[in-house]
């Protein structure tokens, strides 16, 4: 059992980088965390297990996780192994989920800025919780990420 644990990021392997970090930087308000990477050499080939690897990008730093928050990593692989478009439940990590303040315009957002619908804009109430009005979108590489507002139900006075 580790002694201790802090969640530091989430990788996203992009076909463009570039692309996809503006998308996170305008959709979502991710900030960049420089320096820009761009790694190679034998300690990333025996690590990622990829022989001749080379990869570049950014780590964004996630809105509301303040300076020493997580980070979503957006790296690109000179050369890189295409997988089928991911449905919501396919085993593995599934989607990513941003905390907005209203779905419908973030969605509006994410559409304008090169993602795409999954789902329809969905309210659930959940008691002891409360109201969550959430949808899935992809990003302009087709991956899944939720958009949800939450309304926290208040105890009766």
């Known amino acids: 059992m580790p002694t201790t644990a802090r969640y530091v990021h989430t990788n ?13 930087e ?17 300690s990333l080939q025996r690590g990622s297990g990829v022989p001749g690897a080379r990869i570049r990008g950014i780590h964004l730093r996630l809105p509301g996780s303040g300076p020493d928050g997580p980070t979503l990593e957006i790296f690109q692989y000179a050369e890189s192994v295409d997988a089928p478009e991911p449905v919501a439940n396919r085993v ?9 303040d209203d779905v419908i315009a973030t969605r509006d957002v994410v559409l304008a ?3 795409t619908t999954l789902g ?14 959430w949808t899935y979108v992809r990003d302009p590489e087709g991956n899944i990420v939720e958009l949800q507002h939450r309304e926290t139900e208040h105890a009766p006075a």
């Open 120 to 133: 329809s804009v969905e309210v659930v109430v959940i008691p002891g919780v409360g109201r969550i009005t």
């Open 92 to 100: 593995g990590f599934g989607h990513v989920a941003f905390a907005v």
């Open 26 to 42: 305008h959709a979502f308000l991710c900030t960049r965390v420089l320096p820009e990477r761009d790694l190679a050499g034998e």
């Open 113 to 115: 800025s090169g993602g």
């Open 12 to 24: 996203l392997v992009a076909r463009d980088w570039r692309r996809l970090a503006a998308f996170y």
